[in-house]
């Protein structure tokens, strides 16, 4: 039996699955990293210190796997997305540290942009808005950093590349210096139509198309190991996906309208769009799906909605840390379930603001209805419904722009392990909420483009067919019930 390794280098650490072809995991090690903060609003990352966690996780899943390196079929990625990083296109030694996708420090480059008249050119040809989120004024900051760094990025010795390119880059020795197009499309660099980098904006933008990685598709060889500590020459690198991309794929959400929620921290929400980017008028993100470059199914291209709520699992960590009302976040499921219902309170979650479709960074968090006979259970169960009704306004916006009616929900991420709060979403959504057998599906999502690559499979038919749900929860909640807690929540969003 052949072997896929599916890395999933993340913001805090990278996790190393080897998955055997009927996508058992055999083997699974995770090692985090140092976070960096030079000041306020500032997160960096250390590229060394990324490609040490790698090795050594894909070290640890291969020995826990008992499984020989002469076995593995294919390596896949998927990665934080927007995440920038500079390296020697000759010595593949980094420049400087990697600005982080949460970074703020470009806030006043993107600023200027919108004041000299850019931003709807932006918005049109990437689907994206002009923010630091993503990953071109970054690249601008850098080079602005230091002016040496230009004329050597106008030659091509300086190169830019997502940490799914830096790997590679490392992976094959130097050989390749490529990206995929789920990633390029969070750069305000890359065409959405024509997949390609975009020289107007580029040249807007202040970045050298000659740093630029070549664009691939998400599943094909892109190049083989070479010097890899832990693994032989010639294992080809195959699938590629940025993390919420990856999750969709994961997911085996292939048909327009799929959709897939990812509970962390936030919550990402994306839907499967179909053959043509959709605009959208309720402030989402209009992203490349994927695109498939091997096998039956070679040249497909879906593209994706997306949004994001600021605050999912954080709220429960603040009814831990904050209010210290639960000892650890497991607990908020018991807690909330003493009460049949919140007692009328409401919580909205907007500790970091509230995100699409609302777009109020203004906006603070806000409990209302308390009465004397509320309790800390009535609070738990609020705080399970606010994260429900967040993300039920987003995905309503969703169905707006994409004209399309959701019937079925796939979750994954920390938080979808809360039966209650899974219940509590299908009740708010009026549809169905399927939860997989395994939750981590932006690396499922890497390893199944690394198969399609490789030719372990061959079509998304034999992936759709081996995806297996763990818990379906269907709504079950009375109707007048869900209308009234969706009325005090408008009202209660109004407000805060």
């Known amino acids: 039996m052949g072997y896929v390794i599916s890395i999933d280098q993340g913001t805090t650490g990278t996790t190393v699955l080897v998955l055997d072809e009927e996508l058992a995991v055999r083997g699974r090690r995770t090692v985090d ?25 894909i070290a640890g899943a291969l020995g826990q796997a008992g499984v020989s390196p002469a076995d593995l079929r294919a390596i896949g990625i998927t990665n934080q997305r927007e995440t920038t990083v500079l390296w020697d296109r000759a010595s593949l030694r980094p420049e400087r540290t990697a600005i982080v996708w949460q970074d703020r420090r470009t806030a006043d480059l993107c600023q200027q942009l919108k004041s000299d008249g850019h931003e709807a050119t932006f918005r049109r040809r990437t689907g994206l808005v ?13 080079l602005d950093e230091d002016p040496s760094r230009r004329a050597r990025a106008e030659a ?3 190169v830019f590349g997502t940490i799914d390119s830096y790997l590679v880059a490392r992976l094959t020795g130097g050989a390749a210096h490529v990206t995929d197009v789920s990633n390029a499309s969070r750069t305000l660099l890359f065409g959405l139509r024509d997949l390609a980098w975009d020289p107007e904006l580029c040249q807007r933008m202040g970045v050298p198309m000659a740093m630029l990685p070549e ?19 010639g294992i080809p690198i195959a699938g590629m996906a940025g993390d919420q991309q990856a999750a969709l794929f994961g997911q085996a959400c292939f048909a327009p309208g799929d959709a897939k929620c990812t509970y962390g921290t936030g919550a990402f929400i994306l839907v499967n769009t179909g053959a043509e980017p959709v605009a959208s008028s309720s402030g989402l993100l209009t992203t490349v799906g994927w695109k498939l470059g091997a096998g039956a199914e070679s040249g ?4 994706a909605l997306e949004g994001a709520t600021f605050i999912a699992g954080a709220a429960v960590q603040w009814l831990r840390d904050g209010l210290k009302i639960i000892d650890n976040a497991a607990d908020v499921e018991a807690l909330a379930r003493e009460v049949p ?3 009328g309170v409401t919580l909205v979650p907007a500790l970091a603001g509230l995100g699409a479709p609302h777009w109020r960074p203004d906006a603070r968090g806000l409990i209302s209805g308390i009465t004397r006979g509320t309790s800390r259970a009535h609070i738990a169960r609020a705080a399970l419904e606010g994260i429900a009704l967040q993300i039920g306004d987003l995905l309503d916006a969703m169905q707006r722009d994409s004209g399309r009616a959701l019937t079925i929900l796939k979750v994954d991420g920390g938080a979808s392990a809360n039966d209650l709060l899974m219940q509590i ?4 959504l009026s549809v169905a909420i399927a939860r997989p057998e395994i939750l981590e599906t932006t690396a499922l999502g890497a390893a199944f483009l690394a198969g399609l690559g ?3 499979w061959k079509s998304k038919r034999e992936i759709a067919d081996v995806w297996r749900q763990e818990r379906r929860f269907d709504p079950a909640a009375d109707r007048g019930y869900v209308e009234e807690i969706r009325s005090r929540w408008q009202v209660a969003v109004g407000k805060a």
Do not use: N
């Open 33 to 57: 990293f140092p976070q960096i903060y030079p000041k306020p609003g500032w997160v960096e990352h250390d590229p060394a210190a990324i490609w040490a966690s790698v090795t050594e996780a």
């Open 130 to 142: 002009l923010d630091p989120y993503f990953s071109g004024t970054k690249i601008r900051w850098m």
């Open 156 to 158: 091509g010795d300086l």
């Open 215 to 233: 664009v691939k598709s998400c599943a094909e060889i892109y190049g083989e190991t070479r010097g890899v500590p832990g693994l032989p020459d």
């Open 300 to 303: 497909e291209t879906s593209y």
């Open 341 to 343: 219902d919140s007692g």
């Open 425 to 428: 979403q299908s009740d708010v």
């Open 454 to 456: 490789a030719g372990v």
